[in-house]
């Protein structure tokens, strides 16, 4: 099958930053990325004021698995570790889908809604169910309060995307006066 | 209907008129008789338990204009993509849906 895009690189960039400012933001307490990132991206997560550590999963068929997670608290990195690292990877059995909600920071019941109905319709519009990282259960009153900091976070890890992705573009900060790019700190 | 459609090859129409389609909405693209809504695709990654790979969460929906609709868990393109076991739970829908666009 053709690759659908939906994995490529400026994807995953931008839901890494996503991520990053969600979890800064203790909207999230703990996050985790399944895939590498680059030393730049690295940087700026630490910039934001959190702690990564590097884990290792096991699949099914013997590969092992490097994943990443990051949080303001060590002791819920801690946490996940205990749980997780060195662990097989065993996909979306009850027990694990609330282990992940507990150290993600999903509503409980949408867990329990998604553990046993999957992705059953919800109140959410598309749009909203799109920024979120967990499947809204159907009335689910925990998830719409937590819908302004996913937005705002979603707009905000956008602009620094762009910012990152083209430092001199339109909208990069420029003080002519003193001839230097905010942005990336260069003379002009 | 009869068709010579295979689940696999309705996956890659599915992919394709995601990609190519005319769009509809905020999140439709249509072929012919058919639109594939990713509204549904989340922001959340999962890992693959066969083989470790990132793969997205949430589902795409197929509407025909007729009103028949069927939901494709992303996981499913993954698993096809990889030769990994596929739940052909919704095979024969998704087939009649797509053969008849």
Redesign the interface.
């Known amino acids: 099958?053709?690759?659908?895009?939906?994995?490529d690189a400026s994807r995953?960039e931008r839901?890494a930053l996503?991520l990053g400012l969600l979890t800064a933001r203790e909207v999230k307490p703990l996050s985790r990325l399944?895939?590498s990132i680059s030393n730049n991206l690295y940087r700026i997560l630490v910039e934001m004021g959190l702690k990564l550590a590097r884990l290792t999963?096991?699949?099914?068929?013997g590969?092992?698995?490097p994943?990443l997670v990051m949080s303001l608290d060590r002791r819920r990195i801690a946490d996940y570790l205990a749980e997780f690292d060195g662990a097989?990877?065993?996909?979306?059995s009850p027990a694990v889908i609330r282990a992940e909600a507990r150290h993600f920071g999903y509503p409980a019941c949408c867990a329990e809604s998604f553990s046993r109905r999957?992705?059953a319709p919800n109140d959410l519009e598309?749009?909203d169910?799109?920024?979120?990282?967990?499947?809204a259960c159907a009335g689910c009153t925990e998830t719409p309060p937590l819908l302004p900091a996913y937005r705002a976070a979603c707009e905000e890890s956008e602009r620094l995307f762009r910012r990152q992705a083209h430092p001199k573009a339109p909208g990069a900060c420029v003080n002519r006066a003193k001839g230097t790019n905010h942005d990336t700190g260069r003379s002009l | 209907m009869m068709t010579d459609l295979t689940f696999?090859s309705a996956?890659?129409e599915i992919?394709?008129i995601?990609?190519t389609g005319s769009r509809v909405g905020?999140?439709g693209m249509r072929s012919g008789r058919i639109v594939v809504d990713y509204?549904?695709?989340?922001?959340?990654?999962?890992?693959?338990?066969?083989?470790?790979c990132?793969i997205?969460?949430?589902?795409l929906r197929v509407t025909h204009d007729d009103g028949r609709c069927v939901?494709v868990?992303?996981v499913t393109?993954h698993n096809?993509?990889a030769g990994h076991p596929v739940s052909d739970a919704m095979a024969d829908k998704l087939i009649d849906i797509v053969a008849d666009r």
């Open positions: 099958m053709r690759d659908a895009g939906w994995l995953l839901d996503y399944e895939y999963r096991r699949a099914q068929n590969a092992t698995v994943h097989v990877i065993v996909g979306n999957g992705y598309p749009a169910q799109r920024i979120l990282f967990h499947h | 696999t996956l890659e992919q394709w995601q990609q905020l999140c509204g549904s695709v989340m922001m959340g990654l999962d890992g693959c338990p066969i083989c470790g990132a997205n969460m949430g589902f939901d868990d992303m393109f096809v993509q």
